[in-house]
């Protein structure tokens, strides 16, 4: 088991997870069309309802009150979505469940799927068929074959450089592409994400992969659960191999027009040709900790991605606890309850994923889907008997109390 590489990392606080009232009832849910080649220029009329009947309405759904900011006029994002991370309120949302290309947010699925499965000093050797079918002009970490990468190290080509590469290695060991595929698509659809069809594990741009700004804020909700997945995404830089990577995610690491955005603790960007430009962000302020989704900004400056988001992030902060949900994030399917012999409502406790954790797999335990995971004192806390509690607030750890490091 090699060295652990230097990282620099923004730090993870701890809080109690205090359990609140969260309803898991909601309308009638309406199952998404089957994918097209490629989306439409315009969202269509009928979207999905998970989540809610506004949630599948076109264009944008905010309940303005007196007190309630307006939201940014200058948005110009398809599609996007402002969520509170905990109780899982959707406080605004536009166009949300419009089936777009994800392009690289969509490995925030692929880390939630496969990250449990080996622990972090497990080795790989890499052969040339582990690099075999990466598309033309994929993103890339440096994966050079006949070399031997961690786990750990992977990981961090993963989140950091968005290494298509990396995936693929990744992959390699988990079965194979075609397996990951089928692996993220049972988990897709646990976690209620009926927008999402898998084709690639890396998000490159392939006829019929796609997905919403409401199924990557699940993805990224599921994900946070998990310590190795917080702190792979709040990760500014680290070592690899002979020289230094830094993540792509322009709030966490800033750039030139960008500057670092307070409280920011990751999570997932990317960029293809079919997808434009896409955006996972989580960030806390003042004890709210928001998760918020933009998908492919019609402007075209540089950064517009996160631009957007923080404007988003911005207004979420100055709305929160002031204007009304929209909708609402579900839980997963393993999280509500099917009525027992006795119609007792208890959970049922299969969640139906194929989920095949490797034994002593480093971070919180199983899938983490069904399971609400807190830090205390060092100490991974498993509450409620290791099973997630039904019609509660999904604990997610206090992300971030910023302390920047250069």
């Known amino acids: 088991m090699p060295a652990p590489k230097k990282t ?57 009150a007196p007190g309630v900011p307006v939201l940014p006029k200058d948005l110009t994002a398809r599609s996007w979505i402002v969520t509170d991370a905990e109780s899982g309120e959707v406080l605004a949302a536009h166009n949300a469940h419009w089936r777009l290309p994800p392009a690289s947010t969509l490995k925030m699925l692929f880390a939630d799927t496969v990250l ?21 002009g994929s993103s890339v970490v440096g994966i050079k074959e006949g070399s031997t990468y961690s786990v750990h190290d992977l990981w961090l080509g993963v989140f950091l450089r968005s290494g298509n590469d990396a995936v693929h290695v990744l992959s390699s060991m988990n079965g194979g592409v075609g397996q990951t595929v089928r692996d993220m698509q049972d988990h897709a659809d646990e976690l209620q994400a009926l927008d999402t069809h898998v084709v690639t594990p890396d998000g490159y741009d392939e006829a019929g992969q796609l997905s919403s700004a409401y199924d990557l804020t699940l993805f990224a ?52 040709t079919h997808a434009g430009a896409t955006f996972t962000g989580v960030a806390e302020r003042n004890g709210r900790v928001l998760l918020i989704t933009v998908m492919n900004p019609e402007k075209h400056e540089h950064n517009e991605v996160y631009k957007e988001t923080a404007k988003l992030f911005d207004w979420g902060f100055q709305a929160a606890g002031k204007v009304q949900p929209v909708g609402e994030l579900v839980p997963p399917k393993s999280a509500v309850p099917s009525p027992g012999p006795s119609g007792s ?12 954790p490797v034994a002593g797999a480093a971070g919180d335990s199983g899938s983490g889907v069904g399971t609400a995971a807190a830090i205390a004192g060092g100490v991974l806390v498993l509450l409620a008997g290791a099973a997630f509690l039904v019609n509660r607030r999904w604990p997610l750890p206090d992300l971030m109390r910023r302390r920047n490091r250069p």
């Open 8 to 64: 620099g990392r923004r730090s993870l606080l701890v809080t109690s997870a205090t359990l609140l009232s969260l309803s898991v009832t909601a309308p009638a849910a309406l199952a998404a069309p089957t994918p097209k080649a490629s989306p439409t220029a315009t969202p269509p009329a009928r979207m999905s309802t998970v989540g809610g009947a506004r949630l599948g309405q076109p264009g944008t759904q905010v309940n303005l």
């Open 116 to 136: 449990p499965r080996f622990p972090k000093g497990t080795t790989h050797k890499v052969v040339p068929s582990d690099l075999a079918g990466m598309g033309d």
């Open 345 to 356: 409502g208890k959970p049922s406790g299969s969640g139906g994923t194929s989920a095949r």
């Open 221 to 272: 909700r599921s994900g946070l659960q998990k310590k190795d997945f917080r702190d792979y995404c709040s990760t500014v830089r680290a070592k690899f191999g002979s020289g230094e990577i830094r993540n792509t995610n322009r709030l966490l690491a800033g750039d030139s027009d960008v500057p670092v955005y307070q409280g920011i603790a990751g999570v997932k960007n990317g960029n293809t």
